[in-house]
């Protein structure tokens, strides 16, 4: 009981972490310098917390991330170009400070004041669905951005086109704020349809994807309503979705339809692959692999590597479109760059978390875990494309969900 006691304390300084980290969503808008300037401040937190950060020696978490941290400056030996791979992996000291700052902020204030996070992140993902309902009716979001492709949108992001990637870091702890303050079936259901065709509509097939698999597992675990009124709001997605590709003007038939019907001919994933730019940047990073069977070319050296003549394939309709700052591929991407040393060193982290994440879930049934245990499944799922794993925006959304992951995870002090 004293522990407890002296965990309800509320530190002055701790207010303002936490505004901040009900304003990350904001940083990650905002762009890599804020998201970087976010991350240095709570690694300072953490720093000076350190005296309470103690716990982490005795925290599984801690060592599998560890793992994960050593096998990367391995990796750094074997590096093609080490003055490019540096920064990245230093970065994760950073990240780790992060991490954990962000699970003692939880774990101090979990029945009070992060109730106040999760209510601002929710404000966030509200007020940028209305900016995506905005744009898709005017041409631009509410600030005038305008996309420079017809059928994706831009949002507040202006030419860096992730509004679909954010919508998936973010639309679980919308639910689940929203199933904590609103017992209204129909007003649950309503929001999960908008959201699920606002992601649609967004224009990146890959991130709605992974979004309608997050939601069909948390509606299928959470939502506690018969199966009847479940397959009734599954089946007016599917005609919404069926109405907007054969109606819209925005392209989205030829994006979700025309350009993915090849796959359900014969041989047609293959066929697929060979015809995009994806296909030829998996085929690359395999030849990369190949020839660095063990360690890779180092982290964030694919952009160097993979523009070299004797990756060329023109199996690949687009193998002049090769080059790239990453494979687009989260498993293709650490085959590549880091071999199979970086590759099971990864799986090995990745897994264990998840299966510790998932055993504290299934005791303690919080849902605001469950939604950081659904989308770290979602963003290492094997085939669909994916951004750079530890470039900034990408790691910004998923560090913070691994975050939320584990911070409900109590370790005995």
């Not at 509320?10 to 009900?22: E, F």
């Not at 509004?163 to 209204?184: N, P, Q």
């Not at 199996?315 to 085959?335: A, D």
């Amino acid at each position: 009981m004293k522990t407890q006691k002296n965990l309800s304390v509320t530190k002055p300084i701790d207010i303002l972490y936490l505004i901040l980290l009900a304003t990350f969503p904001i940083a990650l808008i905002v762009g890599n310098f804020i998201i970087n300037f976010y991350i240095l401040l709570f690694s300072i937190s953490f720093l000076v917390n350190f005296e309470e950060n103690k716990v982490i020696f005795k925290d599984k978490f801690f060592y599998l991330i560890i793992f994960f941290f050593i096998s990367l400056l391995v990796n750094l030996f074997f590096s093609s170009n080490p003055e490019n791979s540096f920064p990245r992996i230093l970065k994760m000291i950073f990240v780790i400070f992060f991490i954990f700052e962000i699970k003692r902020l939880i774990q101090r204030h979990e029945l009070g004041y992060m109730q106040n996070v999760y209510k601002s992140w929710f404000l966030i993902f509200l007020i940028l669905s209305v900016d995506v309902i905005f744009e898709l009716s005017f041409g631009s979001n509410l600030i005038g951005n305008t996309s420079y492709m017809h059928n994706r949108i831009a949002s507040f992001f202006g030419d860096e086109l992730v509004a679909g990637a954010f919508y998936h870091g973010f639309v679980l702890f919308f639910l689940c704020y929203l199933v904590s303050i609103c017992s209204k079936d129909y007003i649950i259901i309503f929001s999960i349809i908008l959201v699920l065709v606002l992601s649609f509509l967004i224009g990146e097939r890959s991130n709605f994807i992974k979004l309608f698999i997050s939601i069909s597992i948390f509606f299928s675990l959470i939502i506690k309503i018969n199966y009847k009124l479940k397959l009734l709001t599954v089946a007016t997605v599917i005609i919404i979705l069926i109405f907007t590709l054969n109606f819209s003007e925005k392209g989205y038939k030829n994006k979700y339809f025309d350009q993915m019907k090849i796959i359900t001919t014969s041989n047609g994933y293959s066929k697929f692959i060979k015809q995009s730019q994806y296909g030829a940047h998996r085929d690359t990073s395999m030849k990369i692999f190949k020839e660095n069977i063990f360690f890779g070319v180092g982290v964030k050296n694919f952009r160097h590597e993979s523009g070299k003549k004797k990756y060329e394939n023109n199996e690949f309709l687009q193998t002049n479109k090769r080059q790239s700052t990453h494979p687009h591929q989260i498993h293709h991407e650490f085959l590549s760059e880091t071999g199979l040393f970086g590759y099971f060193s990864f799986l090995i982290f990745i897994l264990s978390s998840i299966f510790l994440g998932l055993k504290n879930y299934l005791k303690e049934k919080n849902i605001y875990q469950l939604s950081g245990i659904i989308f770290v499944i979602t963003s290492v799922l094997p085939i669909l494309p994916s951004g750079s794993f530890l470039s900034t925006f990408t790691s910004g959304i998923f560090w913070l969900n691994f975050s939320i992951m584990i911070s409900y995870v109590k370790v005995k002090s």
